[in-house]
């Protein structure tokens, strides 16, 4: 989609396209959506199983975005790390001849249905 931005904005037609070749509904949803972000015009043709997307650039319409789809991925795969897990306390099993796993402490049990006058 780049090279087709590229081309209609140095030559000198105003509008040039490209045929992709027939595809299953997510690959076409998939190019649909990168020309919205080229500014493309986009359109699917025929029917199913030979259902293709035409994409269309228009000369001062059509742009390169300033990064790519693969910058963006890398900086939100890399951008923030992961959420804390929790720590709750544990409490160690002292006792002779035990192994040394931990147990986590009970915490008091609250019965909300106990009111006291």
Known sequence: MEALVEAVNKGKNSKKSHFFPPMNRDHRKLIHDLAQVYGLESMSYDSEPKRNVVV???????ICPPTTLT???????HS???????HHRHQT???????????????????YFDVQD
Do not use: C, F, W, Y
């Not at 923030?80 to 929790?86: L, S």
């Not at 192994?99 to 019965?111: H, R, Y």
């Open 56 to 62: 269309t650039a228009v000369r001062g319409k059509s």
């Open 80 to 86: 923030r790390p992961p959420p804390p897990i929790p």
């Open 93 to 111: 099993d002292k006792t002779p001849g035990s192994s040394n796993l931990q147990k986590i402490a009970k915490e008091p049990v609250i019965d």
């Open 71 to 77: 910058g963006v991925l890398e900086k939100e795969m």
